[in-house]
């Protein structure tokens, strides 16, 4: 059974720099994506950066392109966001996500969309102060 648990979150001044941690624990990237949502209350889930397949493509929202960076470690299963020049706009709770059966392929589209995931971990509440 997989299952995904965040970390790194906390509060930085705007500017400032986190680095977030999603371990999914019994998951394989072949055909499948780990994703960042974040989401703030009443709002949707609004899809953030994935990687997908055993090459690691990688996509990212317009709203945070050149400001994080998503990755996975060469070895293990764990999955990094890394946060710079943060904004107050960025405060949210920060979850991770996995699909749970195989896509057959992948666009920024639907792997940005948080309706195409199955898994989800707790989240990891994010807060960029002014």
């Known amino acids: 059974q997989v299952h995904l648990v965040e970390s790194g979150g906390g509060s930085v001044q705007a500017g400032g720099s986190l680095r977030l941690s999603c371990t999914a624990s019994g998951y394989t990237f072949d055909h499948r994506c780990i994703g960042w949502f974040r989401q703030t209350p009443g709002t949707e889930r609004e899809g953030v950066a994935a990687v997908c397949g055993t090459s690691g493509v990688v996509y990212y929202a317009d709203s945070v392109k050149g400001r994080f960076t998503i990755s996975r470690e060469v070895a293990g299963i764990t999955v990094h966001l890394q946060m710079n020049g943060l904004i107050p706009e960025d405060t949210a709770m920060y979850y991770c996500?996995?699909?749970?059966?195989?896509?057959?392929?992948?666009?920024?589209?639907?792997?940005?969309?948080?309706?195409?995931?199955?898994?989800w971990g707790q989240g990891t509440q994010v807060t960029v102060s002014s």
């Open positions: 996500a996995a699909d749970s059966s195989d896509r057959p392929y992948f666009s920024i589209y639907h792997t940005l969309r948080a309706i195409e995931y199955e898994l």
